[in-house]
C-alpha cells in the first residue's frame, strides 16, 4: 500500500499579503507544516501544480508527502488543508501535517459498497448513509479505500459500522455503531416478497 511522492519545497522567513502575493508571482503558494512531533509551525513554500499532481492519486488527501526542504531536511506529511480561488480554482495555501512512519494516526477513507444485496433483487432500495469512515493504522498502512461485501443484506437489513472488517493494520474508529447503509422495502417490494 506504500505510497508516497516527493515535493521539493523552501523554507520561508516571512509570512503576509505581500510576500503571499510574490510567491505566488514566483509560481509558489505559501504553505505551513505542522504536527505533535515539532515544536512550532514551519512556514514553506510549494509548487501548487506540483501538489495538485502529489494527491490525484487514489489516496487523495491520504497520500504520503516528502517535503524535500533541501538544508532543512525532509519531513513526511499529509496535505490536511488547502484554500482555493472561489473563481479561478487555483490554490492559494496549503497546510501540511507532519506524521511518523512508526505512529499510528487517524484518517478518513471512502467506504465502498460491493454486489447486489438481496433485498433489492426483491424489488428493496440499498441506501449508503455514510461515504467515509475513520480509521487508525501506521501513515504506509492508509488504505485507498474499505470494500465491503453488501450481497447478503435482506429487505430492512442495515450495515453498521461494527459489521465492518477493515484490512489488515487497520483499525476503524467510531464511539456509536451507526448505519453505514440500508436495504429499505418499496411498495412493490413488499408483494413480491409475501407472493
Known amino acids: 500500500m506504500d505510497q508516497t511522492t516527493t515535493l521539493t519545497a523552501e523554507v520561508r522567513e516571512k509570512t503576509g499579503k505581500g510576500i503571499a502575493r510574490r510567491l505566488r508571482a514566483q509560481k509558489k503558494i505559501p504553505a505551513v507544516l505542522y504536527g505533535p512531533h515539532m515544536e512550532q509551525p514551519l512556514n514553506i513554500a510549494v509548487d501548487p501544480k506540483a501538489l495538485r499532481l502529489a494527491v490525484q492519486g487514489p489516496r487523495r488527501l491520504n497520500t504520503l508527502i516528502t517535503l524535500d526542504l533541501g538544508e532543512a531536511g525532509k519531513h513526511v506529511a499529509l496535505l490536511k488543508d488547502y484554500q482555493k480561488h472561489p473563481v479561478t480554482d487555483e490554490l492559494l495555501h496549503a497546510d501540511f ?92 417490494a413488499g408483494a413480491a416478497t409475501a407472493s
Request: proline share 8%; with cysteine.
Open 97 to 188: 501535517y507532519e506524521v511518523r512512519l512508526d505512529r499510528p494516526i487517524r484518517v478518513s477513507v471512502p467506504v465502498i459498497l460491493q454486489g447486489r444485496p438481496e433485498g433489492v433483487v426483491q424489488g428493496g432500495i440499498l441506501s449508503q448513509t455514510r461515504r467515509t469512515i475513520t480509521v487508525e493504522c501506521l501513515p504506509e498502512h492508509i488504505p485507498d479505500q474499505v470494500v465491503v461485501d453488501v450481497t447478503h443484506l435482506k429487505l430492512g437489513e442495515a450495515l453498521h459500522i461494527a459489521d465492518i472488517q477493515p484490512p489488515e493494520g487497520v483499525r476503524i474508529r467510531y464511539v456509536n455503531n451507526y448505519t453505514v447503509a440500508v436495504v429499505t422495502a418499496t411498495e412493490g
